[in-house]
């Protein structure tokens, strides 16, 4: 079976940086392009960041870019958000999930992906 599997959350001091980490069983991680998003109570999930099948190109939501970085390492089968410079509206549950991975709108959730982990937790104390 598919699972993916996030971790890294925790709670962090404004202006201080988390790395996130997904982990990928039960899929051809190396086909698909990744994706992360975060959700907060009563709102939309969103993209925050994602990342082609090898790595290749990235692709990021505007809203202060700069702080977010995806990488991926496919022998392991995991892809990362690094989180620099918390905020205290990054507060959220951040989730990983396969892309469409190809054409203009290559960053969008994939329409055959109907998964979502518990995703991880990131608080932000001021």
């Known amino acids: 079976q598919v699972q993916l599997v996030e971790s890294g959350g925790g709670l962090v001091q404004a202006g201080g940086s988390l790395r996130l980490s997904c982990v990928a069983s039960?899929?051809?991680?190396?086909?698909?392009?990744m994706g992360w998003f975060r959700q907060v109570p009563g709102k939309e999930r969103e993209l925050v960041a994602a990342?082609?099948?090898?790595?290749?190109?990235?692709y990021y939501a505007d809203f202060d870019e700069g702080r977010f970085t995806i990488s991926r390492i496919n022998v392991k089968s995991t892809v990362y958000l690094q989180i620099h410079s918390l905020k205290p509206e990054d507060p959220a549950v951040y989730y990983c999930?396969?892309?469409?991975?190809?054409?203009?709108?290559?960053?969008?959730?994939?329409?055959?992906?109907?998964?979502w982990g518990q995703g991880t937790q990131v608080t932000v104390s001021s």
């Open positions: 039960g899929m051809a991680f190396n086909s698909y392009a």
């Open positions: 999930a396969p892309t469409k991975g190809s054409g203009s709108a290559w960053y969008e959730p994939s329409d055959e992906w109907n998964y």
């Open positions: 990342i082609t099948q090898l790595g290749g190109s990235t």
